[in-house]
């Protein structure tokens, strides 16, 4: 098959490349020089297949596709090539040789039955000195090598996506200073370096095989300047010597693992830290004794019992409080006397039949109130007066059988006949990524 191009397909180029949307000037990259073939049979190509001058962006999509060297040497403008889902065996994902201007580069989703049977390790042969965006998700890689040791092959790259592979150690490819986005969910990791990654900023480890946060294991002494950090569905159990040093963090997310409690302590000098998501873990107790910074905590599918005045005193910042799915039984009129800016509180899926009466006395600004799947039999159990500020309550999936009008504020609204899901079946499910964040 050979395709000598006169002319070029034009399309809309944000419906292309959707990973690479955090790239400044992936709106423009293409300027509308799109290629796109969809091929239902097997290709091959070689560097006379496509020969034009301005084409930018290349799409193939094909049963199976050989890409011998050099394929696209006569497309010197090159600058986005996505060869995704073409079952490209591994020794041959980067056999179209170096293109010095390419930006961006899609080799993810090559697995069939075939591919993903065993683990491969790939080797980097040639140079791409312009790449910032590398996708090589679900390739049953196991270990990256460049042929050339004393160089790397990714000089600028700053966007890498590993996730759904068999990786689980550190990679043997050096890693570039220069990345600041890494994708390494769903592999085998249970230890990992991240050794010279100091301009890190994004780090998603989810569903891996992490069984401890302490600096043997996962070291991450090094992202002085990462900012969000996401380790959901592991088996991590304890935390030690791990996180004190992410100054810069912003979001954290330690959802879905084996945690019994944890030390709060830990984070105390993280003043960027504002999201701290801990849902579906083992904690039963909550009391939090240094004054933190975060405006959203998300502790929803644990084993909560109750919530006392130091549970949340210290987070005076705190804007958004998620503990729906646990067991919460007592929460003391002073629980929230230093919460003076949470607009939104998450307490459905409890054992709750009655709320203290001044227990909303210094949260003024919340609007949003979740009580859906308690044990509450009449609203003046949750509202003794009509000055309560919540505009959203939400009172499904509870056992009323009296309604007084008179404590209901007219900007308030009211469900009770919501066809709502239970919190609780969700907390069975696995988180599937960040959600706050």
């Known amino acids: 098959m050979k395709l000598f191009l006169a002319i070029v397909l034009i399309v809309t180029f944000s419906s292309l490349v959707i990973e690479a949307i955090e790239l400044a000037d992936v709106a423009n990259i293409c300027e509308n020089e799109t290629l796109i073939l969809n091929l239902s049979n097997s290709a091959k190509f070689d560097r006379n297949s496509i020969v034009s001058s301005t084409l930018r962006c290349i799409v193939i999509r094909s049963n199976y596709v050989d890409i011998k060297e050099s394929s696209f040497e006569n497309v010197p403008n090159l600058k986005y090539l996505d060869l995704r889902r073409n079952v490209i065996s591994s020794r041959n994902l980067f056999s179209f040789g170096n293109i010095s201007h390419l930006k961006i580069l899609n080799l993810g989703y090559q697995d069939n039955y075939e591919n993903n049977y065993n683990s491969k390790e790939i080797t980097i042969s040639n140079k791409y000195p312009e790449l910032e965006y590398l996708n090589l998700a679900h390739n049953s890689i196991s270990d990256i090598t460049a042929y050339w ?45 991240f050794r010279e990654l100091n301009n890190l900023l994004s780090l998603k480890l989810d569903y891996n095989k992490i069984n ?20 959901t569905n592991n088996e991590i159990k304890y935390m030690r010597s791990s996180i004190e040093n992410l100054v810069s963090l912003r ?8 945690l019994s409690d944890f030390d709060f302590k830990m984070i105390e000098d993280l003043h960027s830290l504002e999201v ?18 975060i405006t959203t905590l998300s502790l929803n599918c644990n084993r909560i019992i109750n919530i006392t005045t130091n549970s949340f005193y210290n987070l005076k910042n705190l804007r958004r ?29 409890n054992d709750l039949n009655y709320l203290p009466p001044y227990w909303c006395q210094f949260t003024k600004k919340l609007r949003y109130l979740n009580l859906s799947g308690n044990k509450f039999t009449s609203l003046e159990s949750v509202l003794y007066d009509s000055n309560l500020p919540v505009r959203q309550l939400y009172f499904e999936r509870n056992p009323v059988i009296y309604i007084n009008g008179s404590v209901i504020s007219p900007e308030m609204t009211i469900f009770l006949n919501g066809n709502t899901t239970s919190y609780m079946r969700l907390c069975a499910m696995k988180s599937v990524g960040p959600i706050y964040g």
Do not use: C, W
């Open 149 to 193: 040791e004393s160089e790397n092959p990714f000089p600028n790259l700053t966007h890498l996506d590993l996730s759904g592979n068999k990786i689980y150690s550190p990679l043997s490819l050096t890693l570039p200073s220069t990345l600041t986005h890494f994708d390494l969910s769903n592999n085998r990791i249970s230890k990992f370096s």
């Open 212 to 231: 401890a946060l302490d600096h043997l294991y996962i070291d991450f002494k090094p992202l002085k300047n990462l900012e969000n950090l996401s380790i």
């Open 251 to 258: 979001y954290l997310n330690l959802s879905y693992n084996f």
């Open 276 to 293: 701290v998501a801990l849902d579906g873990n083992s904690i039963d107790d909550v009391s939090i004794s240094v004054p933190l910074n």
């Open 321 to 349: 409080l998620l503990l729906s799915g646990n067991m919460i039984r007592n929460i003391h009129e002073n629980s929230f006397q230093n919460q003076k800016l949470l607009e939104e509180l998450y307490l459905d899926d």
